[in-house]
């Protein structure tokens, strides 16, 4: 008789080699004052959209005995609607949606990547990109970003110059790219120059350009939706998640090539997006303009944040998202846990010297600017105490 293995140490035998060892996506989910390590809308759904919201779970209701429309037809045409406002016209079948971009993600390395295949990303960036890669068995290329011009910052360390994409582009030769725009934990936009050389240097990749926090792009940041005409291997994925304030609506989205979405049909799971699902996202987008009311209130408030890190001798990334990215600290995990002792939670992205922090109300980021500036001098690197003297 075959015996049932039982123990942890069982199961570890029993899991996928290339999954041993392996740690899973964990921002910690705490009760604290001031949350400020997920990139949230810290504004909660006003109470139209609400009551709205409630009245669609009540229309679908009776209807639960059936399965929903596979094809989330109405939802594809309210999506392109959305993102046909900003001026490039997008049609429903160049629209596919997932229970977050997350699942949007997952739905493209299932289809282009896979055993024997390679995705290319550039370090630092989106941290669950290399994880959804490894769930499929997709080989993770980690490529480096090069110091440059090529951002909307107008330079920096995290940038990622066309010559040094271009480079390692060419050299791997992947199935997948994977840009981030504005780019996560960094929090700036590329200039399509770096898109569309990266998309010429991969001549058999599938690009997908992750712009989760483009509506809080800078002026002028132009999104990669421009170049999807005549390039059917183009993606642009996108998120209600942000801007949006709908989180814990999960509904996530792509632009691509009506071939290309065609073929997303053949890995996900049927019905994958839930009657109710479909019908809170519809509801939402009716008030797309109230639901996006906060996002110039939140742009403010991580303006400040770089300009009051400045002051308190920090070195802030400039961003195009509602997070800001900071350095000049002796030991981020010391400072990330003196901030946490004071109710501020921000997140530690395994950058030595950095945190990140969300742009939330005026009353969480003065709250943080306020823990901040009462930490001891010697929070800062050694460097950076010497250039306050
Ligand atoms: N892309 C980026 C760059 C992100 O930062 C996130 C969320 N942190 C996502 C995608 C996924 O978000 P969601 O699944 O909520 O759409």
Not at 162 to 170: D, G, K, L, N, T
Not at 295 to 301: A, F, L, S, W
Not at 318 to 338: E, K, M
Request: aromatic content about 6%.
């Amino acid at each position: 008789m075959s015996r049932v293995p039982r123990s942890a140490w069982a199961i570890k035998q029993l899991l996928r080699e290339d999954l041993r060892g392996r740690t899973a996506y964990g921002a910690p989910q705490l009760d604290v004052p001031v949350a400020l390590n997920t990139n949230e809308n810290s504004y909660a759904v006003p109470a139209a959209v609400v009551d709205e919201i409630v009245a669609a779970i009540a229309t679908v209701a009776p209807g639960l005995n059936r399965y929903p429309d596979r094809e989330f037809t109405d939802l594809r045409g309210d999506l392109a609607a959305y993102l046909s406002r900003s001026g490039t016209s997008v049609s429903p079948e160049q629209v596919w949606a997932g229970n977050g971009s997350n699942e949007v993600l997952l739905h493209l390395l299932q289809a282009f990547g896979g055993q024997g295949r390679t995705a290319l990303g550039f370090t630092p960036a989106y941290s669950m990109h290399p994880i959804i890669a490894a769930t499929t068995g997709t080989s993770w290329a980690d490529g480096l970003r090069g110091v440059g011009v090529h951002s909307t910052s107008g330079g920096g360390a995290f940038d990622l110059s066309v010559e040094s994409a271009v480079a390692q582009a060419e050299q791997l030769d992947p199935h997948l790219v994977f840009l981030c725009s504005p780019n996560n934990p960094t929090g700036t936009a590329l200039t399509l120059d770096v898109v569309t050389a990266v998309h010429d240097a991969a001549p058999h990749a599938v690009i997908v350009v992750d712009e989760a926090y483009a509506e809080f792009a800078r002026p002028g940041t132009p999104s990669a939706l421009t170049l999807l005409e005549g390039r059917p291997r183009l993606v642009v994925t996108r998120t209600m998640s942000k801007a949006f304030a709908f989180a814990g609506g999960r509904l996530g989205y792509l632009a691509a090539d009506p071939e290309l979405v065609d073929a997303l049909r053949l890995v996900r799971m049927p019905y994958h997006l839930s009657s109710p699902a479909q019908a809170i996202a519809r509801a939402t987008l009716r008030h797309a303009d109230t639901m996006l009311g906060t996002v110039d209130v939140i742009k403010e408030q991580r303006d400040r944040l770089v300009a009051e890190l400045a002051t308190l001798g920090l070195d802030p990334v400039p961003s195009d998202a509602n997070f800001v990215l900071f350095g000049g600290l002796r030991d981020s995990h010391v400072t990330w846990q003196a901030l946490l002792d004071r109710g501020v939670l921000v997140r530690d992205v395994g950058i030595a010297h950095y945190l990140r922090v969300t742009a939330g109300t005026p009353e969480e980021t003065t709250a943080f600017l306020d823990a901040m500036a009462a930490l001891p001098q010697d929070h800062l690197s050694p460097e950076h105490l010497e250039g306050q003297s």
